[in-house]
C-alpha cells in the first residue's frame, strides 16, 4: 500500500516542527537545568567554602604562633560564633589542642566529607578543611553549621524545575496550538455565524487565506463558496424582480381582456396569447438560474457544427417563414466541437433567433470560423445594424432590451444570457463585436479530433 507524504506546506509538518522543538525542549531542561539544580542541592556554596577556609586558615594561624594555647584560644571564640562541634586535628587525627577527642568523635572522624564532595546525607555532616598553607600540620573538622547544609531548597527546587517550568513551556506549545489551529478555526466559524445571519458580504482575512496549508486552503474555499452565494442569492433576487416586473404587462392585459365586451372567440385567442407568452419567460427564466447556479460538469460529446446547423435552420425556417438560402454556413464538416448537444444546441438557436428577429427584411444570417489551435472560433453575423460599443456586454444580462437600437420587437431579453451560460459550462466563451453592417456572436469551443 503506497503511502503518500503531505506536502512541505501541510500543517502536519507545522504541528510535527512544533511538537518536536517542545520535546527536545523538555529534554534539554530535564538534562542540563535539572542536573545544574541537583548540584546546586548536593554542593556547598561558594560562601560556606570561603567562611570553612577562612576558619580553617585562622586556626593555622592559632597553631603557628601558639601552639596548642594558641588553638585553644582559638576554639573557645568559635564557640561563641558557631552553635556547631569545632575541633582541629593532625595529619594522625588527634586532636591539637589540649581537649582530648571522645570515642564518639572519634568515630566522627572517620566519616570526614571536604568541600568539594558531594552531600547527599540528611542532617548536618563533619566536614574537614586542611590548614590552607600547610595542609601536612592539621586540618580543620566541623559540623556544618546550619545554614551552610545545601539543599535547602531542593523541594522548592524540584516544584521548579519538574513543575513549574513544563508547566510554562506547555503553556507556550498550546499558545501555539491554538494560534495555529484554534484562531483561523473561530474566524470560520464566525463567517458562517455571518451567513446564518444572511450577512454574506463577510470575508476572512488574508492572514487565514494567505496561509498555505490545509487551512489557509478552507479559507479560500469559504470565501469562494460565500461568493458563490453571495452572487446566487443577488441574482435570484433580481432575476424574481425582472420577473414580476414583466409579468405586469401581460397580466395587465388579461385583466383589461377580461373587462372588455370582446366575443369569446377573440378573447380566447388574446389569454391563449398571453399565457403562452407568460409560459416562455418562467420557462427561460427557470433555465437562466439554473445555468448560473449548477456547477456540475455536463458530459461530453463530439458534436459536429454542420449537422446541428442544419437541424437548427430546419426549424428556423419554419417558424420565422425564412428560405433557407437567406441561412447561411461556410464550416465545412471537419469542425467538430467537445460539448454538450442540447445545451450546445439551444445557445445556438437562441443567437440565431436573435439575429433572425434583428435583422431586416431579405437579410443574410452566415455562420463561419476556423481552427485556433485546441478550439474552434465561430461566429454568427446579421445585418442588423448593430448595437452600440457601450451595449455589447449589456446585451448578455437578463431581461435587457436595448428598445429602439435595432429593428424588431419580441423575447425577453434572456436568450442571449441564456446562451452565454451554456457556453460556458462547456468550457467555451461568448462575445459580441459589430461588424459596421451588423452584429457578431463570436464563440471559442474546444476541439474535438475528427471521427475516423
Known amino acids: 500500500m503506497k503511502c503518500n507524504l503531505p506536502g512541505r506546506h501541510s500543517l502536519f509538518w507545522k504541528l510535527a516542527c512544533l511538537l518536536v522543538a517542545f520535546c527536545l525542549l523538555m529534554i534539554w531542561l530535564s538534562w542540563s537545568w535539572g542536573r545544574y539544580m541537583e548540584e546546586r542541592n548536593q554542593f556547598l556554596s561558594d560562601e560556606a567554602r570561603s567562611t570553612l577556609t577562612r576558619y580553617a586558615a585562622e586556626a593555622e594561624q592559632a597553631w603557628q604562633q601558639d601552639q596548642r594555647d594558641g588553638i585553644d584560644r582559638w576554639l573557645q571564640g568559635m564557640r561563641q560564633r558557631e552553635k556547631s562541634w569545632v575541633g582541629v586535628i593532625g595529619g594522625d587525627l588527634q586532636s591539637l589542642s589540649s581537649q582530648w577527642l571522645s570515642e564518639k568523635d572519634t568515630e566522627h572522624l572517620t566519616f570526614l566529607r571536604g568541600l568539594d564532595w558531594p552531600i547527599h546525607k540528611k542532617g548536618r555532616p563533619w566536614m574537614r578543611v586542611p590548614f590552607p598553607h600547610d595542609p601536612a600540620a592539621g586540618s580543620l573538622v566541623i559540623e556544618l553549621p546550619e545554614r551552610f547544609v545545601p539543599g535547602r531548597y531542593r523541594v522548592f527546587w524540584r516544584v521548579i524545575t519538574n513543575g513549574v517550568i513544563p508547566g ?37 482575512s488574508s492572514r487565514t487565506t494567505n496561509r498555505a496549508d490545509e487551512l489557509g486552503e478552507l479559507g479560500r474555499a469559504f470565501d469562494h463558496m460565500s461568493e458563490r452565494l453571495q452572487s446566487t442569492v443577488a441574482l435570484q433576487q433580481q432575476l424574481l424582480r425582472d420577473l414580476s416586473h414583466e409579468l405586469r404587462t401581460p397580466l395587465s392585459r388579461l385583466r383589461v381582456a377580461s373587462e372588455s365586451e370582446e366575443d369569446l372567440q377573440a378573447l380566447r385567442e388574446r389569454i391563449g396569447r398571453e399565457v403562452d407568452g407568460m409560459q416562455r419567460l418562467v420557462d427561460d427564466t427557470l433555465q437562466l438560474a439554473w445555468l448560473d447556479t449548477e456547477r456540475t460538469r455536463l458530459p461530453d460529446e463530439a458534436i459536429q457544427i454542420q449537422a446541428l446547423w442544419e437541424m437548427l435552420t430546419e426549424n428556423a425556417c419554419y417558424e420565422s417563414c425564412w428560405p433557407g438560402g437567406q441561412l447561411q454556413c461556410s464550416v465545412d464538416a471537419s469542425c467538430w466541437v467537445r460539448g454538450h448537444l442540447n445545451t450546445l444546441a439551444q445557445a445556438l438557436e437562441n443567437m440565431l433567433r436573435n439575429a433572425i428577429r434583428h435583422s431586416p427584411e431579405g437579410g443574410i444570417v452566415r455562420l463561419a470560423g476556423r481552427r485556433d489551435g485546441d478550439y474552434w472560433h465561430l461566429w454568427l453575423e446579421d445585418q442588423g445594424g448593430g448595437v452600440a460599443e457601450a451595449d455589447l456586454e449589456r446585451i448578455f444580462l437578463p431581461f435587457t432590451r436595448l428598445d429602439g437600437s435595432r429593428p424588431g420587437d419580441g423575447g425577453f431579453g434572456l436568450g442571449l444570457s441564456i446562451a452565454r451560460n451554456a457556453v460556458q459550462r462547456q468550457g467555451g466563451q461568448l462575445w459580441a463585436q459589430n461588424t459596421g453592417s451588423g452584429l457578431r456572436m463570436n464563440m471559442r469551443l474546444l476541439v474535438h479530433p475528427v471521427p475516423g
Request: charged letters at 15%.
Open 168 to 204: 510554562l513551556f506547555t503553556l507556550l506549545l498550546c499558545v501555539g496550538l491554538y494560534r495555529l489551529l484554534v484562531v483561523p478555526l473561530n474566524h470560520l466559524r464566525a463567517q458562517a455565524n455571518a451567513w446564518r445571519a444572511d450577512q454574506l458580504n463577510v470575508r476572512l
